[in-house]
């Protein structure tokens, strides 16, 4: 049996590896969208500030079981740097800073009301088949 050796030199394989460009992003709406919500725990922190409001760090970390503080501010940062989020600091002693979505966070809601009625059904249809 041959071997199917393909000779790829590193800079094609950079330029096939590098992650995409905004403009790049742009012209793919689902990408942008999968690439700005990607991961565990963004759909979750959306989830309690659309049905909570504004709440302070240590109130959205309670609502998120299984989230670590670090995630949790990693995850915040994304969101507030594709301003879905929106951070708050109040200069108080302690420090108070809380977080809201902004427009385009809220604008999410029905998306995630779509998934909450996906996993409803699918709940539904798992359970029935055991």
Not at 28 to 40: I, Q, R, V, W
Request: proline share 4%; with cysteine; hydrophobic share 40%.
């Amino acid at each position: 049996m041959g071997s199917n050796n393909i000779n790829v030199s590193f800079a094609d394989y950079q330029l096939v590896m590098r992650e995409k460009t905004l403009e790049e992003y742009l012209n793919c709406p689902f990408h942008l969208a999968m690439n700005t919500l990607e991961g565990k725990w963004k759909f979750a922190i959306l989830y309690v500030l659309l049905d909570k409001g504004t709440l302070r760090f240590k109130e959205l970390e309670r609502a998120i079981p299984d989230i670590s503080t670090r995630m949790l501010v990693k995850e915040l940062k994304h969101l507030e740097t594709k301003k879905i989020v929106k951070r708050k600091a109040y200069a108080t002693v302690p420090p108070k800073v809380e977080y809201s979505l902004t427009e385009v966070g809220k604008s999410l809601k029905p998306v995630i009301d779509s998934i909450s009625k996906w996993g409803e059904s699918y709940a539904k249809a798992v359970s029935k088949k055991k």
